[in-house]
């Protein structure tokens, strides 16, 4: 990430366009390593180790989270498998969680190449 901000004279539009939408990617990628680390935390109900009555009282207090966010991005690498091609792409960044999560329910492999297409955007 430190290799984004050097140089930060901008003297073409599109370096500066290529980082920010560099940034994001690995932003989007955060999101997918968040997920499965959280689905790990909850599976294994770590909150119990901190006195926490729940995961949610942990997301919120200990990672300053939204729940909404933590249960969609868990939701999201429970059901990765069902969806290969999908779930690369979110791991790789390519689509966001939001873009994930929204296409999962209607997600095939028949229509693979067209979703697939939204990465760049």
Known sequence: M???VRDLVCDDVS????KLRLCLRQMQRIDWQMGR???LF?????????GLPSSACYIRERLGMSVRK??????LERRAGLAPALADAYRDG???????LTLLPVVNEAHVEAWSGARGR
């Open 2 to 4: 430190t290799e984004l």
């Open 70 to 75: 933590s249960r969609a991005l868990t939701a």
């Open 42 to 50: 909850i599976d294994l109900r770590l909150h119990r180790f901190f």
């Open 37 to 39: 680390l959280l689905r």
């Open 15 to 18: 370096k500066l366009d290529a």
């Open 94 to 100: 390519r689509l966001s969680w939001i873009q994930a």
